[in-house]
Each structure stands twice: as structure tokens, then as C-alpha cells.
């Protein structure tokens, strides 16, 4: 079993960065895709980005050229490099498996970019 645990979150302006964290324990080696997701108010749940356990990157239209996915097996995390953040990329961001996990959802971290 995968328990995942979301950190990083936080207050920024507009134009400023934010690294997130998500730290699995349990059999994290052996999940090939991993996603950072995220939940805007009165939005679905959508993929910003993804990575592959051979570090094979992948992202939404919206956060291209601004986010960065990585991943370090050795420590079981994986990483979302957030930067020139905007309002719109205000939302609580969550890591699960890509396909998501319904019993991997974590509680996110909240991330709330003022203008």
C-alpha cells in the first residue's frame, strides 16, 4: 500500500515560485507514472503534469515553460517546481498515480497566487 503526503503550498504573488513535494512510503519504486493534479474552486480535478519512472515529462498547455516535474526514487518524493505563478494557478494540488489511485488521493496542498 501507497500513502502519499502533499507539502509546499502557500501564499505568492504573482510572478513568484513555489517547490511542492509529495512524499510516498511504501512501494513508490515500483509505480512507473506518477502526476501532480490540481483542484480549482468550482473546477474539476485536472493533470498539470507527469513523469515516468525513466524521468519522461509531460504537461498541461497551461503550465508549459513554468512547471517543472521531477522525481528522486532513492527518497520516495516527487517534485513540482512552480514558477511565474498567476492567479489562475491558485488551487489545492494533489500527487496520485497517473491513472489516479481512488485510495491514493492525499489531503493536497493549497496554493493561492494573489495579483
Known amino acids: 500500500q501507497v500513502q502519499l503526503v502533499e507539502s509546499g503550498g502557500g501564499l505568492v504573488q504573482a510572478g513568484g515560485s513555489l517547490r511542492l513535494s509529495c512524499a510516498a512510503s511504501?512501494?513508490?519504486?515500483?509505480?512507473?507514472?506518477m502526476g501532480w493534479y490540481r483542484r480549482a474552486p468550482g473546477k474539476q480535478r485536472e493533470l498539470v503534469a507527469a513523469?515516468?519512472?525513466?524521468?519522461?515529462?509531460n504537461y498541461a498547455d497551461s503550465v508549459k515553460g513554468r512547471f517543472a516535474i521531477s522525481r528522486d526514487n532513492a527518497k520516495n518524493t516527487v517534485y513540482l517546481q512552480m514558477n511565474n505563478l498567476k492567479p489562475e494557478d491558485t488551487a489545492a494540488y494533489y500527487c496520485?498515480?497517473?491513472?489516479?489511485?481512488?485510495?491514493?488521493w492525499g489531503q493536497g496542498t493549497q496554493v493561492t497566487v494573489s495579483s
Open positions: 511504501g512501494s513508490f519504486f515500483s509505480i512507473d507514472r
Open positions: 513523469i515516468t519512472t525513466g524521468d519522461y515529462t
Open positions: 496520485n498515480t497517473l491513472p489516479p489511485y481512488g485510495a491514493y
